[in-house]
């Protein structure tokens, strides 16, 4: 900074001066900041100490902890039992001894065209249609049986269904007319060989009578539909064969289609599906005709079936009727195989083989157990659970943590009793 000075003479002068406590002040703030920086660690550092102290308290009288394991000995209880499960009960009973079975029913239809094997011959018959005529003399009508034969020149036999009465001829003077019919024929066989070109006919039947050359017929038009081919036609063992192979299938439909309403819950013995067919038939005939025949079948499967776990407490609930006092039952030990006996789906009873099997052992009170080796070394603790438990274990081991302790904790929190089963 500048300020004026004056001198003897009256004159002034500048002078130029440093600003005032400049140096002072960085000196007095370097001396506050290291007396703020002490006063601020000096409290900070108790705190800290304080904390860790508490900590350190607080783990040594809390953090102990003590581990008993113990392996107690367990004894196996085995049975052999023949159940009945029974579609009338409901509830699993020891002393009958019975569990409740589930009855299941489905029905399937099937229907599928099979070809028919057999080879037949179909053959049309000519037919057509000729004037009969009778020049009986002295003239008198004239009547042929049904089924009356006609052959033609050509050598080829026709016959007609129905009776005919051919009229008697009229005669003037020497001049004979005969009287007339027209008739159906039919060729006696198939092919195409019977359609003829209009021919001449006699009658075989008159043959050898004075009426075989007075009796004749004619026709005007030629026969027609005579054919030949070869066609399939069903056979008995077509049959027989749809019907094995339909019913094995609708069967195995029926069973599938049951066994779908059956959970995994339940239990299906093989010989407990009961199948029977209702219907099975087709409306061809053997002899038919025809390509394909269509054939139909209808089954009826049903089962009987009970719960696994109906048999895992049947097995369960006697094992533990058969415990002697003072053991637990080893939970998941339980073992059960069966086998189906005797069945009879439609009565709703089976009759069940069971061989079950469970681990028990002695009863043991966790809470006793910790509170009894409180403040016990690890050779106390050995003598008081050999005093304890005696002969009901088979080994047991102890862990004190962490390293620094050498006694169970004197708070029962802190022990931890364990159970293992090998």
Request: proline share 4%; aromatic share 8%; glycine share 6%.
């Given at each position: 900074?500048?300020?004026?000075?004056?001198?003897?003479?009256?004159?002034?002068?500048?002078?130029?001066?440093?600003?005032?406590?400049?140096?002072?002040?960085?000196?007095?703030?370097?001396?506050?900041?290291?007396?703020?920086?002490?006063?601020?660690?000096t409290?900070?550092l108790?705190?800290?100490?304080?904390?860790?102290?508490?900590?350190?308290?607080?783990?040594?009288?809390n953090?102990?902890?003590?581990?008993?394991?113990?392996?107690?000995?367990?004894?196996?209880?085995?049975?052999?039992?023949?159940?009945?499960?029974?579609?009338?009960?409901?509830?699993?009973?020891?002393?009958?001894?019975v569990?409740?079975?589930?009855?299941?029913?489905?029905?399937?239809?099937?229907?599928?065209?099979?070809?028919?094997?057999?080879?037949?011959?179909?053959?049309?018959?000519?037919?057509?249609?000729?004037?009969?005529?009778?020049?009986?003399?002295?003239?008198?009508?004239?009547?042929?049986?049904?089924?009356?034969?006609?052959?033609?020149?050509?050598?080829?036999?026709?016959?007609?269904?129905?009776?005919?009465?051919?009229?008697?001829?009229?005669?003037?003077?020497?001049?004979?007319?005969?009287?007339?019919?027209?008739?159906?024929?039919?060729?006696?066989?198939?092919?195409?060989?019977?359609?003829?070109?209009?021919?001449?006919?006699?009658?075989?039947?008159?043959?050898?009578?004075?009426?075989?050359?007075?009796?004749?017929?004619?026709?005007?038009?030629?026969?027609?539909?005579?054919?030949a081919?070869?066609?399939?036609?069903?056979?008995?063992?077509?049959?027989?064969?749809?019907?094995?192979?339909?019913?094995?299938?609708?069967?195995?439909?029926?069973?599938?289609?049951?066994?779908?309403?059956?959970?995994?819950?339940?239990?299906?013995?093989?010989?407990?599906?009961?199948?029977?067919?209702?219907?099975?038939?087709?409306?061809?005939?053997?002899?038919?005709?025809?390509?394909?025949?269509?054939?139909?079948?209808?089954?009826?499967?049903?089962?009987?079936?009970?719960?696994?776990?109906?048999l895992?407490?049947?097995?369960?609930?006697?094992?533990?009727?058969?415990?002697?006092?003072?053991?637990?039952?080893?939970?998941?030990?339980?073992?059960?195989?069966?086998?189906?006996?005797?069945?009879?789906?439609s009565?709703?009873?089976?009759?069940?083989?069971?061989?079950?099997?469970?681990?028990?052992?002695?009863?043991?009170?966790?809470?006793?157990?910790?509170?009894?080796?409180?403040?016990?070394?690890?050779?106390?603790?050995?003598?008081t659970?050999n005093?304890?438990?005696?002969?009901?274990?088979?080994?047991?081991?102890?862990?004190?943590?962490?390293?620094?302790?050498?006694?169970?904790?004197?708070s029962?929190?802190?022990?931890?009793?364990?159970?293992?089963?090998?």
């Open positions: 900074m500048v300020r004026k000075k004056e001198t003897a003479n009256g004159d002034s002068i500048k002078e130029f001066l440093k600003p005032e406590g400049s140096s002072n002040n960085k000196r007095n703030h370097r001396t506050r900041s290291k007396k703020e920086g002490r006063s601020i660690k409290p900070l108790i705190t800290v100490s304080v904390i860790v102290l508490a900590v350190g308290v607080y783990l040594f009288f953090l102990p902890k003590a581990d008993v394991s113990i392996w107690p000995k367990v004894d196996t209880l085995s049975f052999q039992k023949t159940i009945t499960a029974d579609k009338s009960v409901d509830l699993v009973d020891i002393k009958n001894p569990i409740p079975a589930q009855y299941f029913e489905a029905a399937k239809t099937v229907e599928q065209d099979f070809p028919a094997t057999g080879n037949a011959s179909n053959e049309g018959q000519a037919s057509g249609t000729i004037t009969v005529f009778n020049k009986i003399d002295p003239v008198k009508p004239m009547t042929l049986v049904a089924g009356t034969h006609f052959m033609s020149d050509s050598g080829k036999l026709f016959v007609a269904s129905k009776k005919i009465v051919i009229p008697a001829a009229t005669k003037s003077g020497s001049k004979i007319t005969p009287g007339s019919v027209q008739v159906q024929i039919q060729a006696v066989e198939g092919g195409s060989d019977y359609n003829i070109a209009p021919s001449n006919f006699s009658i075989p039947g008159l043959k050898g009578t004075t009426y075989y050359y007075s009796v004749y017929a004619t026709s005007s038009a030629a026969m027609a539909g005579g054919y081919g070869k066609v399939k036609k069903v056979t008995d063992d077509d049959i027989q064969g749809a019907k094995e192979l339909l019913n094995k299938k609708t069967t195995d439909d029926a069973v599938s289609a049951l066994k779908e309403q059956i959970s995994s819950d339940y239990i299906l013995l093989d010989n407990a599906v009961l199948s029977n067919v209702t219907s099975s038939s087709t409306q061809t005939k053997s002899g038919a005709v025809v390509d394909n025949f269509n054939y139909q079948a209808t089954v009826t499967a049903s089962a009987l079936a009970f719960k696994k776990s109906d895992d407490k049947f097995a369960k609930d006697y094992i533990v009727s058969q415990m002697p006092d003072g053991k637990t039952l080893l939970e998941n030990s339980l073992k059960a195989e069966y086998s189906g006996s005797t069945v009879d789906v009565g709703g009873k089976a009759t069940v083989n069971l061989d079950f099997a469970a681990g028990t052992y002695s009863n043991m009170d966790r809470n006793s157990i910790s509170l009894s080796v409180l403040g016990q070394n690890a050779d106390q603790i050995k003598e659970l005093n304890i438990l005696g002969d009901k274990i088979s080994k047991f081991e102890i862990k004190l943590w962490p390293f620094w302790v050498t006694k169970v904790p004197n029962q929190k802190s022990v931890n009793v364990q159970f293992n089963f090998e």
